[in-house]
Nanobody
């Protein structure tokens, strides 16, 4: 069964930290590019950070320097360390696995709420 399950969300005060994890139950986890997306109420879902199968990372300008994405292929886990959180970081965060555009194979987690209070 293919499944991505996020954990670690919750409520924190501005300036605080929170760590998200995504457990990927899928074959050949290391072959997927992995990413974190988020969607705030009334807004489009946006890419927050991604990490390639080779470990190259990308961050949205809004989170660069504050968030760190990482992966543990041996444990099939994607992580997002979020520091210096701001109220505008409040959103539902989604884990994504993408095998590549040519494969049309991609999966999404169910989403997890992150709320940053002011």
């Amino acid at each position: 069964q293919v499944q991505l399950v996020e954990s670690g969300g919750g409520l924190v005060q501005a300036g605080g930290s929170l760590a998200l994890s995504c457990a990927g139950s899928l074959p050949f986890f290391g072959n997927y590019a992995m990413g974190w997306f988020r969607q705030a109420p009334g807004k489009e879902r946006e890419l927050v950070a991604r990490i390639s199968s080779a470990g190259s990372t990308y961050y949205a300008d809004s989170v660069k320097g504050r968030f760190t994405i990482s992966r543990d292929n041996a444990k099939n886990i994607l992580s997002l360390q979020m520091n210096s959180l701001k109220p505008e970081d409040t959103a539902v965060y989604y884990c994504n696995a993408d095998l590549g555009p040519s494969t049309r194979i991609r999966f999404w987690g169910q989403g997890i709420q992150v709320t940053v209070s002011s």
